[in-house]
Structures are given as C-alpha cells and as structure tokens.
C-alpha cells in the first residue's frame, strides 16, 4: 500500500475532503491522526507529510506526532 493510499483512506475514514486539508488548521485532530499512522506504518518523510497533509513547515507533522503521544 503506498502512502497516498494511506492518506486517502484515512481522510474517508474521517469524513475529510481535498478542500479540508486546504481550510483546515495545521494541527487538526485529524492531520495529526494520519501523520501519527504515517510514522507508524510508513517511511513517509516529514516533507512529503507536510506537503500532502498541508501542514506547513516540515517539522510540524513529526513534532505535533510527538506531542500527541505525550
């Protein structure tokens, strides 16, 4: 399964559409879940996490990652 299968996935399971990762906030609950899935299951690097789930510099998804599993 590749990443953008991942992803896509992910978003049906929440109900989310291409326009939410665009308006939606980079550390929605969501984005953060799918980032989370990523880093388990994949070797997605945080830029092309970043760029897909539009969650800005491409340290976020790996620190919001971290901060959640506190």
């Known amino acids: 399964m590749n990443w953008e ?3 896509f996935g992910a978003m049906i399971e929440e109900c ?3 326009m ?3 308006t ?8 953060v879940k799918i980032a989370r899935e990523l880093r388990k299951s994949t070797t997605a690097s945080n ?3 970043s760029q897909c789930l539009k969650m800005g510099h491409p340290n976020y998804p790996s620190n ?4 959640y599993k506190s």
């Open 20 to 22: 939410d990762l665009e």
């Open 64 to 67: 919001l990652v971290n901060e």
């Open 5 to 7: 299968r991942i992803v």
């Open 47 to 49: 830029i092309w996490m």
């Open 24 to 31: 939606d906030k980079n550390i929605a609950y969501w984005k």
């Open 16 to 18: 989310k559409t291409n």
